[in-house]
């Protein structure tokens, strides 16, 4: 999966970051995103006490399962990453308040960036994994932007398939292959990305 994430990272998700930026990424898990980021200061958020071991050289690990982000400061990053998270919350009002604290500790103009499963494009799958527990669809994502002082500014409804256990190469070639194939993206995606800008 590193080299899948490296791809990723370099192809798609690197030239959306400002090289000098601050990234926090917010449920960051083994780190498979912040560690191949290029960025002047780069922050993991996670619940789990292995983030430690995971978070890679100059990635500063912040433990906490607080969804406020009460470890970071007011308008102190450039860009926030979320990736396969706000499905695992327990209802709107927490994903609502994730949203919120994304807000709050970007800076004017600052950029979330989501990568998520789509209960819309995947109802039958989606709670197939034991912890996912709030239907995530693109439109709600988008409304709680919204609602939460953000405007979407990239909306690819299809992204990457809904899983990385499917059956789909991932030799790295064949994810560089498919970042550039959208009618690919079309057919197989099942989790959606945004990218919302703090609005004003």
Known sequence: MRAVW????RDFFGP?????ATVVDVGAGPCLFINEVRAARRIAVDASPALAEAAGSGVEPIVDDDLDLPGIPDAAADT???SNFLEHLASPAEL???LAAARRVLKPGGELLVLQPNFRLCPRRYFDFVD???AV????LVEGLRATG???????????PFTSKSRLPKWPWAVSLYLKLRPLQWLLGG???????VRG
């Open 6 to 9: 490296r791809v990723l990272v």
């Open 16 to 20: 959306r970051i400002p090289e000098r």
């Open 80 to 82: 926030v990453f979320m």
């Open 96 to 98: 609502l308040r994730a």
């Open 132 to 134: 996912h527990s709030l």
């Open 137 to 140: 669809t693109d439109r709600g």
């Open 150 to 160: 953000f405007e979407v500014v990239e909306l690819r409804v299809r992204f990457l």
């Open 191 to 197: 989790q959606t990305f945004v990218r919302a800008r």
